[in-house]
């Protein structure tokens, strides 16, 4: 059974930095999207950002520049470093992957983490 795990949430001040991991475990699968979203309280969950399996990145407009989203460890390990914090990048932060097994023609299926509270605040 596959699962993604987070870690690396925490309290920090504004200005700060965070970095956030996600391991996807198990066996018999692949991984060709994996994606970090947030969820602040009364909002809709966003993007944060995107990397596919050859590279290519995508970022919400409000995180350019200050995150920087990687892939390592066969690439099913993904984090997002996450400097110049503001009040606003409070949320709850969901690892997304869109997943492949091996032995079954459908999919790929759509696998969440738990979430990864991040919290800036002085």
């Known amino acids: 059974q596959v699962q993604l795990v987070e870690s690396g949430g925490g309290l920090v001040q504004p200005g700060g930095s965070l970095r956030l991991s996600c391991t996807a475990s198990?066996?018999?699968?692949?991984?060709?999207?994996m994606g970090w979203y947030r969820q602040a309280p009364g909002k809709q969950r966003e993007l944060v950002a995107a990397?596919?399996?050859?590279?290519?990145?995508n970022y919400a407009d409000s995180v350019k520049g200050r995150f920087t989203i990687s892939r390592a460890g066969a690439k099913n390990t993904m984090y997002l470093q996450m400097n110049s914090l503001k009040p606003e990048d409070t949320a709850v932060y969901y690892c997304?992957?869109?997943?492949?097994?091996?032995?079954?023609?459908?999919?790929?299926?759509?696998?969440w983490g738990q979430g990864t509270q991040v919290t800036v605040s002085s």
């Open positions: 997304n992957a869109q997943i492949t097994i091996t032995t079954m023609t459908m999919g790929p299926f759509t696998y």
């Open positions: 990397i596919t399996s050859g590279g290519p990145t």
């Open positions: 198990g066996s018999g699968f692949s991984i060709r999207t």
